[in-house]
């Protein structure tokens, strides 16, 4: 009986595969299905966690690798439920996609619990079976361990992080240098084109004319200098705060365009700190680009607003529209570095951004950062 027992146990974590039974007319030789023998081969070998449940979550089947993620014997996994390596959360999550699976497989990212206490990031990649009435098993799955993943994830955010703050340093730099070795210079040089242009009489005839011409080229190139220079690095921004910033970046935006802004925004008693100010600033100047760029919208509506803990903007336009979703998939080096750009600094402040976009319908873009407890009670 107990040979019989440990006989069964070996079938169930998958240790044996062929039984050798003495009969009257001598020994029978049971083997698992050929076929199933390879998938239990490639399956054992596999990188991932490989897993079929029940429709109650009972594991039926989990191959060595699984049991190493959790830290916890084949025999001790197998039989027991899945449940007890999720969160609260994650079962929750994981319960409401099993009541309506998807037949194509759906993904989804979990913390599994290890035994010992720990916790690992995963990606469940979930199936539903065809029922067989035998098999009792309706799920399939794969447990991929992410912790390289999110290591790497967490590495290219801080990168991009340091590569932001270099290019912000740069930027101040470059403004500076305009502002000191061209603006200054072109203001003098208009001056004295104006007292030139003064001192010719009336009757210098095309010699006054040219010196007006030059007057006003000189002046709309100082002006596109000073824009180019606000645009880099806003000293309103840092004198003034994002209010007055946002107001000025609207005007100049609707002269500009041609599309009507309108501008939304909360009383602040307060400025915001520096870098929530400095983040939103920049990605309504790469949402602004987008709309002036894709969108052919005619009208802009920016909303700055303060509910609780943290500070929303909304930019929405009522342009063309796009897929949101299709734009995340297209392939890396396709696509432009705008929204990725905008979503990075928003994660990277503890906040998030989201996209609502259909054709014809127009874009919202909508970022909500966290604000520290200081500029809460402000
Ligand atoms: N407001 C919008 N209206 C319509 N389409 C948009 C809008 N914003 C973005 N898109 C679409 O999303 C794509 C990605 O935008 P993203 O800003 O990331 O890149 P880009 O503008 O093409 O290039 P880059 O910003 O690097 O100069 C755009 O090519 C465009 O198709
Ligand atoms: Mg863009």
Known sequence: MTEAEETLRAVRIGGVDTLVIAGKQGPKVFTLQGAEHAYRVLIESM??????????ETILYANQCFARMVKCPLEQVIGSSFRRFLSATDRATLRSLLKRPDKSGSKIQILLNVDGGSQMPAQISIRPLARNGINRATI???????TEARYNEEMLRTLTHRVVQAQEVERGRVALELHDTITQPLCAILLRCQALEDKLSANAGPAKGEA????????????????????????????LGLIEVLRGTGTEFAKRTGIFL?????????????????????????????VQKHAHARHVTVQLTKPGDIVQLVIKDDGIGFNPDHHSTRRKGKDGLGLLGMRERAIYMGGALKIKSARRTGTEIEIRLPLPPDAIRR
Do not use: F, W
Request: contains cysteine; aromatic residues 2%; negative net charge.
């Open 140 to 146: 399939s799955m794969v447990v991929t361990d992410m």
């Open 212 to 239: 007006m011409k030059l007057c006003e080229m000189l002046g709309q190139t100082a002006k596109e200098v000073e824009r180019i220079s606000r645009d880099l690095r806003p000293s309103v921004l840092e004198h």
């Open 47 to 56: 990188n991932e966690g490989a897993l079929t449940l029940t429709a109650d």
């Open 262 to 290: 309108k501008l939304a925004c909360v009383e602040l008693t307060t400025r915001l700190p520096e870098d929530i100010e400095l983040a939103l600033y920049r990605i309504l100047q790469e949402a602004l680009k987008n």
